[in-house]
Structure formats: C-alpha cells, structure tokens
C-alpha cells in the first residue's frame, strides 16, 4: 500500500495549486482521505478531508472558501485545489487514508491514521 501526494510547488502569493493524492495497493473509494500540512518547527494539522460515503466534506475553519477537497473514483485519486495561497500556506503537505468512515472528518492527527503518504512541498513565496 503506497500513498504519494503530488501537485506542490513555489507560487507567489495569491496563486492557486491543486494536489494530487495517488494510490497504489489501496482503493481510496472506500476510504476517507484526509489532507494534513506540517510547517517548520509547527505540529502536523488538518486541511481537509473527505468521507467514503456519503461524499462530505470537512474543512480547516481559516481554511474554509480557499481551498476545496474532491475524489475521482475512476481514477483512484483524491485532490485538494489551493487558492489565494499565503506565506503561511507554507508546508509539506500529505495525504492520509483511514477505513473508519468519519474518522478523519475531525481533521485531528490521529496515531493511529491507516495509512500516511509521503508528502509534497508547498512553498508560498514572492
């Protein structure tokens, strides 16, 4: 089982990005993905996340309006789209993949989260 999140980058401040979180090994249908971000010397947090079923959505409150969490089943793909992007945007963002349905819907990093993928840069800079 592989996670691997995908889509970072340098943007100027006020740009947009999209994220991409592939997987192999696993079907994201039937889990809820979530998408955490860790800055510098900052503790991992939520951004958002998605549930299996129904298809809902959970959003980081200062986050809310910028950013927005889809899934393609077909493609076994999660993606989180990025707008208005701030210096403090700055982190490696990762995806995670959980079985419970509604576990992730707290955005809270957990321990004991199914499975983590490696992240990807996201640097926010003039």
């Known amino acids: 089982v592989q996670l691997q999140a995908s889509g970072g980058g340098l943007v100027q401040p006020g740009g947009s990005l999209r994220l991409s979180c592939a997987a192999s090994?696993?079907?994201?249908?039937?889990?809820?993905i979530g998408w955490f971000r860790q800055a510098p010397g900052k503790e991992r947090e939520g951004v958002a996340s998605?549930?299996?079923?129904?298809?809902?959505?959970s959003y980081e409150n200062s986050l809310m309006g910028r950013i927005t969490i889809s899934r393609d089943n077909a493609k076994n793909m999660v993606y989180l789209q990025m707008n208005k992007l701030q210096p403090e945007d700055t982190a490696i963002y990762y995806c995670?993949?959980?079985?419970?349905?509604?576990?992730?819907?707290?955005?809270?990093?957990?321990?004991?989260?199914?499975?983590w993928g490696k992240g990807t840069q996201v640097t926010v800079s003039s």
């Open positions: 998605i549930s299996s079923t129904p298809d809902s959505a």
């Open positions: 090994g696993l079907n994201l249908a039937n889990y809820d």
């Open positions: 995670a993949a959980d079985g419970r349905p509604g576990y992730l819907s707290t955005l809270t990093v957990y321990d004991d989260i199914n499975h």
